[in-house]
């Protein structure tokens, strides 16, 4: 063990840490339903369901079975020119599960790479209908979609991790920070947000958004009616509707989409993690037939983006399973039942001193500071509490797998808030 984790610590990066690391990774020998295997004998609960992808678990039995069979017949082959059965039944589900209007399907490699195909095809259909001017991107400041350059030019400017790259991003519209609350009055909100969108009118493609939940910007929660002047508001400027349902679709905030919960369907929708149930890399780009029309239209007559890995039979069949195992059980009762129990169990938490909010939203649970957490120290607790958490910025959150039992959620909820009462968050 020793071995492997110092050639770890020389060789290989991990996310956003140097080489070598300030501190090292724990090595993990397996995982199975809602917990971790570590190579030192403790079985923690992953509280992150790994970055929120795994929501079935690990080693699900029907999940496994997909990847075994898939395997047996083929595990990859271009998608240019070629097609296969796996690609074609997961984008019939897609469709069919989508909001309304949905119709076509692109696969990507990645959440990230999901991202810049969907500003790709706003700028393409912008060009297909003689709007080249149209070349910019407009969302809400707070908010996060990815780690590539497309991606992180719609990320938070001011308050996101990406701000050493502003110079050589492309220049977007951003507007104000959505108030905070499910409930929260939006209208000093859309006045102000309406003032940015005229005056960027004829240049902007596309709004790009996070519906209800920014979720790396924050774990901020909005009101869904925000959603609704967006949409509003984008059909009034002639502009697509782009939502980024990465970490928030297939069921976490309580509704499938969480676009859902305003009843709106978007121009164009991006779906990835829990796509797959976090057993490999899988996203899509689901679009109404205009957007894919004006992208015909446009000069080069495609949509101009072609991945090696684009639609691989192994993870559309894994990702077909993961949306059979929702479409055949009770999502949304576990989801109200986990959220029930994340509000019970994390509400001692408002009362310890440098606590400023706690908050649950679907399977999604928060406890705010009011300062930056200590990520090592405060995993270190909590995993001493029997939990894995990955903590940021000034929040400690649990996204859990839907498989929780309640014993498990309520030592999720107890390492959660032990963490925010110990010295580390003093």
């Known amino acids: 063990m020793d071995d492997l984790l110092e050639y770890d610590r020389r060789h290989v990066w991990h996310p956003y840490a140097a080489i070598p690391p300030v501190h090292g990774p724990l090595l993990v020998r397996s995982a199975r339903g809602a917990r971790l295997e570590l190579a030192d004998g403790r079985r923690p609960i992953d509280a992150m369901s790994s970055w929120w992808s795994a929501i079935h678990g690990y080693r699900h039995p029907a999940l496994d079975a997909a990847a075994h069979a898939q395997v047996d017949v083929m595990s990859h082959v271009m998608f240019g020119g070629l097609t296969h059965e796996p690609a074609i039944g997961l984008a019939r589900r897609l469709v069919d599960m989508s909001p309304p209007g949905l119709e076509h399907v692109f696969f990507a490699d990645s959440g990230s790479v999901c991202v810049e195909v969907a500003i790709k095809m706003a700028l393409q259909h912008q060009r297909g209908l003689g709007h080249t001017g149209r070349t910019r991107i407009a969302t809400p400041s707070g908010g996060y979609h990815g780690d590539t350059f497309g991606a992180m030019s719609v990320c938070d400017p001011v308050g996101g991790m990406h701000t050493m790259f502003a110079d050589v991003l492309a220049p977007q519209v951003f507007l104000p920070r959505p108030p905070a609350g499910l409930g929260a009055d939006i209208a000093e909100w859309a006045a102000a947000a309406a003032e940015v969108l005229d005056a960027a009118s004829e240049q902007i493609a596309a709004i790009i958004i996070e519906p209800v939940l920014q979720g790396a910007g ?209």
């Open 218 to 426: 924050g774990m901020h929660v909005y009101p869904p009616a925000v959603v609704t002047w967006l949409r509003e508001r984008a059909d009034d400027l002639g502009v697509l509707l782009v939502v980024d349902e990465i970490a928030t679709g297939f069921g976490r905030t309580g509704e499938m989409f969480a676009s859902d919960h305003a009843s709106v369907s978007p121009d164009i929708m991006c779906v990835g993690k829990a796509l797959t149930g976090g057993y490999m890399t899988l996203a899509a780009v689901v679009c109404t037939p205009a957007v894919a029309a004006g992208i015909a239209a446009s000069e080069s007559g495609v949509l101009v983006h072609g991945p090696t890995f684009m639609a691989n039979p192994l993870a559309c069949a894994v990702a077909t399973a993961s949306l059979d195992l929702l479409a055949g059980g009770d999502w949304r009762s576990d989801v109200l039942r986990i959220g029930a129990a994340l509000s019970r169990g994390l509400a001692p938490a408002a009362d310890l001193e440098r606590v400023v909010d706690v908050r649950t939203i679907g399977a999604v649970g928060v406890i705010q500071l009011d300062r930056p957490v200590d990520v090592r120290r405060v995993s270190a607790v909590a995993l001493d509490h029997g939990v894995w958490v990955r903590p940021f910025r000034d929040l400690i959150y649990t996204m859990p797998p839907y498989v929780c039992g309640d014993d498990e959620l309520d030592t999720i909820t107890a390492a959660l808030v032990a963490a925010a009462a110990s010295k580390e968050c003093r």
